[in-house]
T-cell receptor, first 114, second 111 residues
Framework: DAGVIQSPRHEVTEMGQEVTLRCKPISGHDYLFWYRQTMMRGLELLIYFNNNVPIDDSGMPEDRFSAKMPNASFSTLKIQPSEPRDSAVYFC????????????FGPGTRLTVL | SQKIEQNSEALNIQEGKTATLTCNYTNYSPAYLQWYRQDPGRGPVFLLLIRENEKEKRKERLKVTFDTTLKQSLFHITASQPADSATYLCAPYNQGGKLIFGQGTELSVKP
């Protein structure tokens, strides 16, 4: 298996623009997680899905952030409009049969909002 | 609020020595605790999971302890090697169904 796949790997955009990050989890995994990592706040959980259904989105910073999982092999995290404080590395992770089980992380998307 | 503390300063040790990293948590009682390794520019990689009823878990040169009374987990790397240099993240699992990651401890193993 290729592991968790994220795209793009790097994104530079201007304030106010819409940003869409993409994730393909490991086949057969039923949990998908979106994290954000910054030097100041570390690795924070934004939202997670179980069987394509959002379970906990309490970590989503505000209404500018939205996430979808239309099927078991694809998820998106959208920021609209983007702001400079959204600059961070965004990771997608997946796990099998339990949110407490080991999580497999993707390589991340480094987002810079100018 | 739930809080996780890891050694904030980088840990520098000599090759061959044992590295010990500390993870303290407050205001909750996790049923599981995980440790991850993160290299620069990469996503975290799972190392070990320990349950609340397990005092100790080993995997090759790695050992994790879990003291629910002290609310602390220790992570040991024996016979450390320069390739072990990385940031190590502690992640207790809270009752809300989520892993809460610590800030991580940067380990540097010198030859």
């Amino acid at each position: 298996d290729a592991g968790v796949i994220q795209s793009p790997r790097h994104e530079v955009t201007e304030m106010g623009q819409e940003v869409t990050l993409r994730c393909k989890p490991i086949s057969g995994h039923d949990y998908l997680f979106w994290y954000r990592q910054t030097m100041m706040r570390g690795l924070e959980l934004l939202i997670y899905f179980n069987n394509n259904v959002p379970i906990d989105d309490s970590g989503m910073p505000e209404d500018r952030f939205s996430a979808k999982m239309p099927n078991a092999s694809f998820s998106t995290l959208k920021i609209q409009p983007s702001e400079p404080r959204d600059s961070a590395v965004y990771f997608c992770a997946s796990s099998f049969s339990g949110s407490y089980n080991e999580q497999f992380f993707g390589p991340g998307t480094r987002l810079t909002v100018l | 609020s739930q809080k996780i503390e890891q050694n904030s300063e980088a840990l520098n040790i000599q090759e061959g020595k044992t590295a010990t990293l500390t993870c303290n948590y407050t205001n909750y009682s996790p049923a599981y605790l995980q440790w991850y390794r993160q290299d620069p520019g990469r996503g975290p990689v799972f190392l070990l999971l320990i349950r609340e009823n397990e005092k100790e878990k080993r995997k090759e040169r790695l050992k994790v302890t879990f003291d629910t009374t002290l609310k602390q987990s220790l992570f040991h790397i024996t016979a450390s090697q320069p390739a072990d240099s990385a940031t190590y993240l502690c992640a207790p699992y809270n009752q809300g169904g989520k892993l809460i990651f610590g800030q991580g401890t940067e380990l540097s193993v010198k030859p």
